[in-house]
């Protein structure tokens, strides 16, 4: 969420506007995400739709050629 701020005409004080996304989310509350140190990027964990996998190929005693 973002909201703006802003310091009030006498400086003694801050006035906040109105909160609003700052990004959408799939899944809603309980994201887990972190903030780089510079703070211009989120990395966010999402899960990944199970169909959406590529398979995994392993060979067994593969020799290569000389």
Avoid: C, H
Wanted: glycine share 10%; proline share 12%.
């Amino acid at each position: 969420m973002a909201a703006p701020v802003k310091l009030t005409p006498d400086g003694q004080s801050l006035e906040t506007g109105t909160p609003a996304a700052l990004f959408p989310l799939p899944g809603g509350a309980g994201q887990q995400y972190a903030v780089s140190s510079d703070g211009q990027r989120f990395l966010v964990n999402l899960a990944v739709d199970e169909g959406a996998a590529s398979p995994i190929t392993l060979i067994l005693n593969w020799k290569p050629k000389p």
